[in-house]
């Protein structure tokens, strides 16, 4: 989803977070005028962000590396979800935002199979619209999965999504509105596993509405993000996904070609190649600290202890 994201907000809290403000970004609307000619100097690189935590820190990752590496940076954090995030892209309000493969090939062709790591990196140029291009794509993987408590998944013997449809009438879930209507969202969970639920409650992207609501019962299932320190604090389950209905969802950088000179190529290619699942794991963790560090510090530091 994310990501047709999400749409994993102000930092996180035990989880990938409470909304959070866009550093170096325009305030609480980060795209304010963006429709208006707000388009960064050919010289300067705008980053923009989804409005979910990893996506921020990712965003911070970026910015720190290329700010090293000499190019001018801005940021515009906590735009939206792809639905608004895209189309700043498309006109020039934004330059560069951290990705997932798998969404990111859906949002654009809708009728992919594609779902290995490498048959949708293949497929991505093909689908991408022209003037938009990725680089490289890291071996950290951050999926939709659909996430139950324990108490539900012993309930149902479920261990799988397959496992639980049979029951899904029973069952409300909670996830991001774009789920609704995302190929791998609800439509995705009918066509491959039948499963129909009860009802669907508008939240976020796997984050604090939905951890809440998770707890509390509101909910009994939840799209939620596999990189999600909460989901193992909380004893819960992540159903597996036989059928495939959520594609590899590697992380790497979305870009405007005519910004993709070859200093920001290398810099950010040489972060995918260091950026792995445990570490994305990690990151998330410590964005989760109770003292809630700045995610830009927390980006420094892992730039710093990767040598880049």
Same mark, same amino acid.
């Given at each position: ?11 996180? =809290?035990? @989880?990938?977070?409470?909304? +959070?403000?866009?550093? $170096?970004? *325009?305030?609480? !609307?980060?795209? %304010? ?86 048959? =949708?990196? @293949?497929?991505?140029?093909? +689908?991408?619209?022209? $003037?938009? *291009?990725?680089? !490289?794509?890291? %071996? ?169």
């Amino acid at each position: 989803m994310k990501r047709t994201v999400a749409g994993l907000v102000t930092v996180l =809290v035990a @989880a990938l977070g409470l909304t +959070a403000c866009g550093g $170096g970004g *325009s305030g609480s !609307d980060p795209l %304010a005028g963006g429709n208006s000619g707000s388009q960064s100097p050919s010289d300067t690189i705008t980053i923009g962000s989804a409005n979910f935590a990893e996506s921020q820190l990712l965003a911070e990752i970026y910015a720190a590396a290329l700010t090293k590496a000499g190019v001018k940076v801005s940021k515009k954090l906590n735009i939206g979800s792809r639905e608004t995030y895209i189309p700043a892209l498309k006109d020039g309000s934004i330059d560069l935002i951290p990705e997932y493969s798998g969404t990111l090939l859906q949002y654009f062709d809708k009728s992919a199979t594609a779902t290995s790591a490498d048959d =949708v990196y @293949a497929a991505l140029p093909k +689908a991408l619209p022209s $003037g938009l *291009s990725v680089l !490289d794509k890291s %071996a950290a993987e951050d999926k939709d999965a659909v996430v139950v408590t324990k108490e539900t998944a012993d309930k149902y013997n479920a261990k799988s999504i397959a496992d639980l449809a049979p029951h899904c009438g029973d069952l409300v879930l909670g996830a991001a509105p774009e789920f609704q209507k995302r190929p791998d969202g609800v439509p995705g969970l009918l066509k491959n596993y039948n499963c129909t639920f009860k009802d669907f409650k508008s939240l976020d992207a796997g984050s604090t509405l939905t951890v809440a609501a998770l707890k509390q019962g509101s909910i009994q299932a939840a799209d939620m993000f596999t990189t999600d320190p909460t989901i193992t604090n909380n004893g819960w389950v992540v159903l597996a996904d036989p059928k495939f209905n959520f594609a590899a969802q590697n992380v790497l950088p979305l870009i405007n070609t005519s910004k993709a000179s070859d200093t920001v190529k290398k810099t950010l290619n040489a972060i995918s190649a260091k950026l792995d699942t445990k570490t994305l794991v990690d990151l998330n963790g410590k964005l989760g600290a109770p003292d809630k560090p700045d995610p830009a510090k927390v980006a420094a530091d892992w730039l710093a202890s990767a040598g880049l």
